[in-house]
């Protein structure tokens, strides 16, 4: 089995300044991490990525807090300059918007461009120097999209493969950045791109018959084939799961049973609908919040009788456009909860702070319907950690139709256009309606798919596509030498 070399922005741990020479280890949570981790050590490898501090790495904190790793870390720095531009600039203020179809939420300034690349270049000299031949080298994310061009120009020859975790767009859309070519030909260098769903492998492919004009797509029924520049491509579709298990064991766990159970006893007498997101405008909250405000508006029967829990964890608040956005966040939950409340009834429990894992996992098991409205998707694990969570087999997922999810769940989940209020106000109504043996012959068909297509069938599908390619360019080379002796 080859090394693995696994290369993502963010570490699977983050380095937090508690004051002079104090530091704080914040373990990363969530499916990629305890996905990647098992593999990691197993087969012996190197995680190269960020810590979360601008400026120098403290070594000594950054040497404890990998000690029990199992594996190698290599850290890359940034500068607070870098920090902004690479990561809040071109990554989040360019990159994230478009790629989720927002495009008047991009800000296009020439200069991020120039140290996105810079920092990608960090990147690629962080493989270069920690790869040899035959390493499995498995790049993470939009933050990245440039490394592997970097490393060609260090003339790197070994496999490179990529996984978008964000949705690709369609052409009309891609094609208003500026960078639209040299992002296509970057991410061309890489030999394998994976994508969450079919919907993002034909985007690409889209985008690239359109942008790029040296290429050849030729579609295939598995991984498609793209020739460019005398190398050869391959592009595919791999959904990114959960760890079922071990969500559907912490729901039946003992705290966690009490704490669902107090949650319902709280609000007796109502179906609890819940939100959980990162503040991101991209989760579709406000829309959310308008489509139960006109829920309540429109359905009477609705008043007193159902309660959103809506949860949103604090995420890239220095960006100020994040800022604007809770406060209409903030306004609107005012709204409704000033018009419909009653001295008995709060139409809207609004959290914003992140909840621990029990706590999380008390919630998927305790609310009767589940509410996943992003305007747009990579996947929404959400979605996926609900369907885990229902050891009852009931629940409603309301989920958007936009959401990677949507692919694989869509025989279970009542699909909504988040931008459509009265259709979402709908579906409100008829998730609330629905009688015990619908719900659970939904949820009974989206949990099968949960639980089969799991985060470590997505992990060894990816490795397995990869490893066809290493096995193939070892052959390539051992040809190749052997002609030469010969
Ligand atoms: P995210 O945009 O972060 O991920 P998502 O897939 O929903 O979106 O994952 C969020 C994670 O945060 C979930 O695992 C969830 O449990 C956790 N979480 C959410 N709210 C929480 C809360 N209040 N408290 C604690 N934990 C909370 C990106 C892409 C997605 C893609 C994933 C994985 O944007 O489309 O599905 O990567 O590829």
Same mark, same amino acid.
């Not at 999209?145 to 996984?163: H, I, K, N, P």
């Not at 798919?449 to 470590?456: A, I, K, M, W």
């Given at each position: ?272 609908? %819940?939100? &959980?997101?990162?503040? +991101? ?7 959310? !919040?308008? *489509? $139960? /405000? ?119 989940? %009542?699909? &909504?256009?988040?931008? +459509? ?7 409100? !109504?008829? *998730? $609330? /309606? ?53």
């Amino acid at each position: 089995m080859n090394r693995l070399i696994v290369v993502s922005n963010r570490l699977p741990f983050a380095l937090d300044s508690t004051g002079e020479d104090l530091w704080t280890v914040t373990p990363a949570v969530g499916g990629l991490v305890s996905a990647i981790e098992p593999v990691l050590r197993d087969r012996g490898g190197i995680w190269i990525g960020w810590p979360g501090v601008a400026g120098e790495i403290p070594k000594r904190a950054f040497a404890e807090a990998t000690r029990d790793a199992g594996y190698k870390v290599v850290p890359v720095a940034f500068s607070e300059t870098e920090r902004d531009e690479f990561y809040y600039g071109y990554s989040n203020e360019v990159i994230w918007p478009l790629f989720h179809d927002l495009q008047n939420f991009c800000n296009f300034e020439p200069a991020y461009w120039e140290t996105y690349k810079a920092v990608n270049e960090r990147f690629a000299d962080a493989i270069a120097v920690s790869s040899q031949a035959g390493d499995f080298i498995w790049v993470h994310d939009y933050h990245l999209m440039y490394v592997a061009q970097a490393l060609r120009e260090r003339g790197l020859r070994a496999v490179l493969t990529f996984f978008l975790h964000i949705p690709f767009p369609p052409y009309d859309i891609f094609s208003k950045l500026p960078q639209q070519h040299r992002l296509l030909r970057a991410l061309l260098q890489f030999d394998l791109l994976g994508f969450q769903t079919r919907r993002d492998v034909r985007n690409f492919l889209g985008c690239v018959r359109r942008v790029m004009s040296d290429v050849q797509v030729i579609p295939r029924r598995e991984l498609q084939l793209v020739r460019f520049e005398k190398r050869e491509i391959r592009v595919g579709n791999f959904p990114i799961g959960i760890d079922f298990e071990s969500f559907e064991k912490g729901a039946m766990s003992k705290p966690v049973t009490r704490t669902s159970q107090q949650l319902h006893s709280t609000f007796h007498d109502c179906q609890l609908i %819940l939100g &959980v997101d990162r503040l +991101d405008y991209s989760k579709g909250i406000p829309e959310r !919040l308008r *489509a $139960f /405000r006109n829920a309540l508006e429109r359905h009477p029967e609705l008043r007193g009788r159902i309660v959103l829990i809506q949860v949103v964890v604090p995420s890239r608040v220095e960006i100020p456009r994040y800022h604007e956005f809770k406060q209409r966040i903030d306004r609107l939950v005012g709204d409704i909860n000033g018009r419909f409340s009653t001295s008995t009834w709060l139409p809207v429990q609004y959290h914003f702070r992140s909840l621990d894992r029990d706590d999380l996992l008390a919630h998927y098991r305790g609310c009767d319907i589940a509410f996943v409205t992003p305007l747009k998707d990579g996947m929404n694990l959400v979605a996926k950690e609900y369907c885990a969570c229902r050891v009852d087999n009931n629940g409603v997922l309301i989920l958007s139709q936009f959401a990677g999810a949507a692919e694989q769940l869509q025989t279970g989940a %009542l699909l &909504v256009n988040p931008y +459509d209020v009265e259709e979402v106000a709908d579906a409100i !109504l008829d *998730a $609330f /309606r629905m009688t015990e043996a619908e719900r659970t012959a939904r949820m009974k068909r989206m949990k099968r798919v949960v639980r089969g297509e799991n985060v470590f069938e997505w992990v060894d599908s990816f490795l397995k596509a990869g490893a066809k390619l290493t096995s193939q360019s070892g052959r390539v080379t051992r040809q190749k030498r052997a002609s030469v002796t010969r």
